[in-house]
C-alpha cells in the first residue's frame, strides 16, 4: 500500500475510477442475477456486467503496476481468458436451457421455431 500513496495523484484518481467502474458493474451484475424472474435473463445480467467488472479492475491494476515503473501484463491475460470464457459458457448454458426447456418469465420471448435442430412443443 506505501507504493500506491506515493503515486501522484492524478494517476490515484485514475485508478480510484476503474476499480469504482469494475465494482459498479460487477454489483448490477450480480443484483440482477439475484433478481431477474427466470434463467435466461438470469443469465445475460452476471455474464455481461461481470465481464465489464473484470474489466475495470484489470485495467486499474495494470494502471498501477505501470505507473510504478514495472510493467506487468498478467492482468492482461485474465482479462482475455475472462473475455474467451465467459461468454462462450453463457452460451453453453443457454443453449442446455433451450434443450432442456426451461420454464421461461411470461414477457420472454421464444424465437424458436420449427426448423430447429430438435423438437419442441409450444407451451401456449
Known amino acids: 500500500m ?9 494517476v490515484q484518481w485514475i485508478i480510484a475510477f476503474f476499480i469504482l467502474l469494475g465494482a459498479s458493474f460487477a454489483f448490477v451484475g450480480s443484483l440482477g442475477l439475484a433478481i431477474l424472474p427466470d434463467f435466461f435473463t438470469r443469465l445475460h445480467a452476471p455474464t ?17 503496476t505501470s505507473a510504478q515503473g514495472t510493467l506487468n501484463l498478467n492482468e492482461l491475460l485474465i482479462a482475455i481468458f475472462l473475455f474467451l470464457t465467459a461468454p462462450i459458457s453463457a452460451h453453453i448454458l443457454a443453449k442446455a436451457a433451450l434443450h432442456t426447456e426451461l420454464p421461461k418469465f411470461g414477457p420472454t420471448k421464444d424465437h424458436r421455431d420449427e426448423s430447429d435442430a430438435y423438437q419442441h412443443e409450444a407451451k401456449k
Do not use: D, R, Y
Open 48 to 64: 455481461k456486467n461481470t465481464t465489464m467488472g473484470i474489466g475495470g479492475i484489470v485495467i486499474a491494476a495494470i494502471i498501477s
Open 2 to 10: 506505501e507504493a500506491l500513496s506515493q503515486l501522484p495523484e492524478w
